[in-house]
């Protein structure tokens, strides 16, 4: 391949984290994998901060709930879907409560807390 067709070429491989992004993002399938999993990465950030903010480490945590280090990093990682039980048992070992809800388009909001 000679200097100017390597130049043109489109690869992740040497350019920046946020070019290499905008790449992935102009793909249709990248972008509603992407879009499906923002709201678990979303959690997954909460589950951090609140980890964090009280001095656990992944593994604590997990004894706390009464499950494995392993299924506190794939909670963390941001492309696991935890069940319901399993939050409400996070909630409880992290001194949270789960709060869930349904928004319709007018914004009106309902909601069920689990202690």
């Given at each position: 391949m000679n200097?100017?067709?390597a130049s043109t070429a489109i690869s992740p491989?040497?350019?920046d984290f946020?070019?290499?992004r905008e790449l992935r993002r102009r793909d249709p399938g990248y972008a509603a994998v992407e879009a499906e999993l923002a709201p678990l990465e979303a959690l997954?950030?909460?589950l951090i901060a609140y980890r964090i903010e009280q001095g656990l480490t992944q593994e604590a945590l997990a004894?706390?709930?009464g499950t494995?280090?392993?299924a506190i990093c794939r909670l963390e990682s941001g492309q696991h879907k935890p069940s319901v039980e399993t939050?409400?048992?996070i909630g409880r070992a992290l001194g949270q409560k789960l709060v869930?809800?349904?928004e319709d388009a007018s914004g009106r909001r309902d909601v069920a807390t689990f202690s």
């Open positions: 200097k100017q067709a491989i040497g350019s946020a070019a290499s997954a950030r909460i004894q706390r709930v494995s280090k392993t939050l409400v048992k869930i809800g349904f």
